[in-house]
């Protein structure tokens, strides 16, 4: 207050032109827009007094008033930070004396070092008493949905010149504006180039909270009451932030006041200068666009409380209840409402305000509501769509073009269930479930899990069955053109479909495909389904640890829903389909249960018929369901699962099976799926034979696919690319395309030396041959006093728990049989000696290198070689006997690839060997055994 008490100071006696210049240095220092508007009405009817002793009293109340309000409303800032009415200290205009504050510790005016805005913060602005009349407010345009009186909504302003003005608003403890509707929605701009651009009638609003992020603002802001717009205003930019941006502008104005304060004999011409700036800069700095506005209240009609207008009421609470039901989150808004005072129900103004914010209709519409002043049309609005609604839906169930929702659903069900032969027992449940729908509350839960179990029980095919092909040859004509081999599958279905034929009816059944990967186990099953005509559904139970997978959840559960057989049974809308059960080798077990121990129920022949599914919970048929099982391995197949099902053996295929299937099948195909064509590409068949023996031994032909899928990417690329119109693929240009050869040897012995034998083994890639290697470890010690030293076997190569013991089991009966044969040859009781299977990457178990490994080491015992190309397979006893082993057809093809040109194998492995195809057995010597002394005789008799 030492500007104003200078005045005083300086006025030796009462004159006009004083008076003129107080009023024009106040004009200059405070000029009205950065006065609170109890302020500048203060200062108006004071500054009309002429007398210099008026002048004097209205400083002096002038100043009192303007403490009280920076004590009391100008506080800012949130966390016991203070703010002043006017601005942060430094704005020129703080506190009791800007003067003072924005010189700082510094008596020099504060104009060391540059200009530094303030950090970006979150600004909660205290509650204070809004204005009824406020015409002068910044507007802010929006889109979408106006904002409705008594109503919290954010905003977020981008534009800079907005951004700037709202500060400064905010800094002069005037947080209003003026928020209006945008008529074109595409328009994201926060400030409109013209007063047409945006619909004239708005809402007042008071910041309550602003984030200042820098580059934008974001508020929260409360409506008040509406407002209609009269005229545009101009911007001054003298406002603190504008002055601010101008960089040296604060610093000049600062010093100006400090010399005002030393020399007051020189001040009416320093503050008719700085009016003269002042204007000078407004016209140097015109603002495009809509900025400020000059605004007017809009007045309600009057209105009386009618019995319609009390209908009307009634029908909006109603009709809000059914919101706040539907969506909880809109309790928040009313609330809101609830908390401004007064009884919503009781002001139809406010009621209809808030069912218009709580609905979703077009921007368009919600304007109409907001400028409607007769309270009767805005209540009409708002609720004239939902009556519309409530009226039609009257009319249609009166002339019966639609029914109630529970009616509806309940006449949807039992369509479905009009042409199916539903068991009586099931139908008692559905119209069991029927009747509780019914007296059950459409917005209940249990409601929407009533629904949805009737919809499932109504889904079923019950009674439904596909036609099923009974005919022999067309089944026949289905599996030979897309399988070659396989006949032990095509004969054990082309056996069930004469059996269904002679019953007359279709049947279920429980077969298991086990076999090598790749060999055709999934696809031959959906060449049966399509043989059979009956419908197809697949699902893998390969890593399965959750029972419910298959039995179903309990229905009481949230997101509850059956096991993946009665989602077949829906999805396939008939009861005997074709079910494939993928990977049942690979089936895991978790917390959740064994689903192992699920498919007990669900394959049993005697148990499937009445199946009960955890959320269905009534028995279901599915005996005439037909199980296909797919499988690489028995060993991990529970027994009593495996004993349920019908197990055959699709064993791999031979080079000559792999040539046909690739000339037949592959070939074709892939070239078609390449773009190619027999014009462009051709593969013969001596390339193809390099390719399988070369690069594809396993024993499918899933990595020979790949390869010839490989051949004809690269052949059309060199079409395309213009280096070949026609490729011929040959043995001499196959590397070209494949790269080098992964097998060139076909075994690692040609001539075996004493102490190695070929053997046979089997793996879930196929059969393989298998070197056994024996070699001393140390030299022999020699015989002492106590006798001849006790030798030992030392066993390499990565062997399982069961090879190992069979090594030791060979290792003693060898012994034993080398003292029959040569008494002086102690040779295997006196050494040491390493026993190597090779390739030690790969893990071997078994029993069935038993007899080798005898082989082997009585071949170094008696330094003789064993017959060479002879390979042998079968279990070996403690007494010698030769034991039965599995895979003779995988083993039988290795050695036939190896070039092996006799065989020895188990005698009760005859009945397998006398199943294989003539082109496999064709040019093997084979020997069946049933002791060692037989084989030693085969091998150690030249």
């Given amino acids: 207050m030492r500007v104003w008490r200078s005045f005083g100071a300086a006025s030796g006696s009462a004159s006009s032109a004083a008076s003129v210049a107080i009023r024009a240095g106040l004009n200059a220092l405070l000029p009205r827009r950065f006065l609170h508007p109890h302020l500048r009405r203060s200062y108006s009817s004071f500054s009309s007094r002429k007398s210099l002793c008026d002048a004097r009293i209205a400083a002096s109340v002038l100043s009192d008033r303007w403490s009280r309000v920076a004590a009391g409303s100008g506080r800012l800032g949130g966390g016991g930070q203070r703010r002043s009415l006017f601005g942060n200290k430094g704005s020129g205009f703080s506190g009791e004396d800007g003067a003072e504050s924005s010189a700082g510790d510094d008596e020099s005016g504060g104009d060391e070092g540059p200009y530094s805005p303030p950090p970006p913060q979150m600004t909660a602005l205290t509650t204070m008493l809004v204005p009824e009349v406020f015409?002068?407010?910044?507007?802010?345009?929006?889109?979408?949905?106006?904002?409705?009186?008594?109503?919290?909504?954010?905003?977020?302003?981008?534009?800079?010149?907005?951004?700037d003005l709202l500060r400064g608003k905010v800094r002069l403890a005037q947080p209003y504006a003026g928020v209006f509707l945008k008529k074109d929605d595409g328009n994201e701009s926060d400030v409109v180039e013209s007063l047409d651009a945006v619909y004239h009638t708005g809402t007042f609003v008071q910041i309550h909270e602003m984030q200042d992020l820098g580059d934008k603002l974001r508020m929260i802001v409360m409506g008040h009451r509406?407002?209609?717009?009269?005229?545009?205003?101009?911007?001054?930019?003298?406002?603190?932030?504008?002055?601010?941006?101008?960089?040296?502008?604060?610093?000049?104005?600062?010093?100006?006041?400090?010399?005002?304060?030393?020399?007051?004999?020189?001040?009416?011409?320093?503050?008719?200068?700085?009016?003269?700036?002042?204007?000078?800069?407004?016209?140097?700095?015109?603002?495009?666009?809509?900025?400020?506005?000059?605004?007017d209240n809009v007045v309600h009609e009057e209105f009386q409380v009618t019995e319609e207008v009390k209908a009307l009421t009634a029908e909006i609470v109603k009709t809000i209840r059914d919101i706040i039901a539907l969506n909880p989150l809109y309790r928040e808004s009313v609330l809101q409402m609830m908390q401004a005072g007064q009884r919503v129900v009781d002001n139809p103004i406010y009621l209809s305000d808030m069912g218009a914010a709580l609905t979703g209709a077009e921007s368009h519409e919600l304007q109409d509501v907001l400028e409607e002043t007769n309270v009767e049309e805005k209540i009409k609005q708002t609720h004239r769509k939902y009556l519309l609604q409530e009226q039609l839906k009257i009319i249609k169930k009166e002339l019966g073009l639609e029914k109630e929702d529970k009616d509806a659903i309940e006449e949807k069900f039992r369509e479905r269930l009009k042409d199916r032969t539903v068991p009586q027992h099931i139908m008692d449940v559905i119209n069991e479930e029927l009747n509780k729908l019914g007296l059950l509350d459409n917005h209940s839960s249990e409601f929407n899990v009533t629904r949805n179990y009737l919809d499932w029980l109504t889904s079923m095919p019950w009674g439904t069955n596909s036609e099923e092909n009974m005919e022999l040859a067309r089944a026949k004509e289905v599996l030979e053109e897309d399988h070659y081999g396989m006949d032990d599958v095509k004969k054990r279905i082309l056996e069930f479909i004469a059996v269904s034929q002679l019953r007359g009816s279709t049947q279920g059944k429980i077969l298991c495909f086990y076999g090598p990967p790749g060999v055709g186990k999934t696809s031959i099953a959906r060449s049966i389904a399509r043989a059979l005509n009956r419908e197809y559904f697949r699902f893998s139970v390969g890593g399965m640890t959750d029972v419910a997978e298959i039995k179903g959840h309990r229905r009481t559960y949230v997101g509850a829903m059956p096991g993946k057989i009665i989602q077949c049974l829906k999805k396939t809308k008939t009861e005997n389909p074709l079910v494939l059960i993928d990977e049942v080798d690979k089936i895991g077990r978790g917390y959740q249960g064994d689903p192992s121990s699920a498919l007990l129920e669900l394959l049993d022949p005697e148990q499937n018929a009445n199946?009960?599914?955890?959320?269905?919970?009534?028995?279901?048929?599915?005996?005439?369901?037909?199980?296909?099982?797919?499988?690489?391995?028995?060993?991990?197949?529970?027994?009593?699962?495996?004993?349920?099902?019908?197990?055959?053996?699709?064993?791999?295929?031979?080079?000559?099976?792999?040539?046909?299937?690739?000339?037949?099948?592959?070939?074709?195909?892939?070239?078609?799926?390449?773009?190619?064509?027999?014009?462009?590409?051709?593969?013969?068949?001596?390339?193809?034979?390099?390719?399988?023996?070369?690069?594809?031994?396993?024993?499918?032909?899933?990595?020979?696919?790949?390869?010839?899928?490989?051949?004809?990417?690269?052949?059309?690329?060199?079409i395309v690319n213009g280096e070949e119109t026609m490729v011929s693929v040959t043995p001499e240009n196959l590397q070209d395309y494949v790269g080098k050869p992964i097998f060139t040897v076909d075994r690692m012995?040609?001539?075996?030396?004493?102490?190695?034998?070929?053997?046979?083994?089997?793996?879930?890639?196929?059969?393989?041959?298998?070197?056994?290697?024996?070699?001393?470890?140390?030299p022999r010690e020699p015989q002492g006093k106590d006798g001849l030293k006790e030798g030992?076997?030392?066993?390499?190569?990565?062997?399982?728990?069961?090879?190992?013991e069979s090594a030791k089991i060979a290792y003693t009966f060898a012994r034993s049989f080398l003292m029959k044969e040569q008494p002086d040859n102690d040779f295997l009781v006196g050494s040491h000696i390493h026993l190597h299977v090779p390739e030690g990457a790969?893990?071997?178990?078994?029993?069935?290198?038993?007899?080798?490994?005898?082989?082997?080491?009585?071949?170094?015992?008696?330094?003789?070689?064993?017959?060479?190309?002879?390979?042998?397979?079968?279990?070996?006893?403690?007494?010698?006997?030769?034991?039965?082993?599995?895979?003779?057809?995988?083993?039988t093809i290795a050695a036939k690839r190896s070039g092996v040109t006799c065989i020895i194998l188990p005698a009760e492995n005859r009945k397998d060997f006398s199943d294989l195809a003539d082109y496999i057995t064709e040019g093997l010597e084979v020997h069946f055994v049933e002791n060692y002394s037989e084989i030693y005789k085969i091998v150690f008799s030249g």
């Fill in 611 to 718: 199946f009960l599914d955890h959320y269905l919970d009534v028995p279901v048929d599915l005996s005439k369901v037909l199980f296909i099982c797919t499988a690489n391995v028995l060993d991990t197949i529970p027994e009593p699962l495996r004993d349920r099902m019908e197990m055959i053996n699709i064993s791999g295929y031979v080079a000559q099976e792999k040539l046909a299937i690739a000339e037949r099948y592959l070939v074709p195909q892939l070239r078609t799926l390449c773009g190619l064509d027999t014009e462009k590409a051709k593969i013969t068949p001596e390339a193809l034979s390099v390719l399988i023996r070369q690069y594809c031994r396993e024993s499918g032909v899933r990595n020979l696919q790949k390869q010839v899928e490989k051949v004809f990417r690269k052949v059309a690329f060199r």
């Fill in 749 to 778: 012995y040609d001539v075996t030396p004493p102490g190695v034998v070929m053997g046979l083994a089997w793996t879930a890639m196929g059969g393989s041959t298998l070197f056994i290697e024996t070699s001393l470890r140390r």
């Fill in 842 to 891: 790969t893990p071997k178990d078994g029993p069935s290198a038993g007899c080798t490994i005898v082989t082997a080491l009585l071949s170094l015992a008696t330094n003789t070689p064993a017959r060479q190309n002879v390979a042998m397979t079968g279990e070996v006893s403690l007494t010698g006997k030769i034991l039965p082993v599995g895979g003779i057809k995988e083993k």
């Fill in 226 to 295: 509406r407002i209609r717009i009269s005229k545009q205003l101009d911007v001054e930019p003298e406002e603190p932030e504008s002055l601010e941006a101008e960089g040296e502008q604060p610093k000049a104005l600062r010093r100006k006041q400090k010399r005002s304060r030393k020399d007051s004999a020189s001040l009416p011409e320093a503050m008719e200068g700085k009016v003269r700036e002042a204007e000078l800069t407004v016209e140097a700095l015109p603002l495009p666009g809509v900025l400020m506005v000059e605004v």
């Fill in 792 to 804: 030992s076997l030392e066993l390499t190569g990565q062997l399982g728990d069961v090879m190992k």
């Fill in 135 to 163: 015409p002068n407010v910044p507007l802010i345009a929006v889109n979408r949905n106006p904002v409705f009186p008594r109503f919290i909504k954010i905003i977020e302003v981008k534009d800079k010149r907005l951004v």
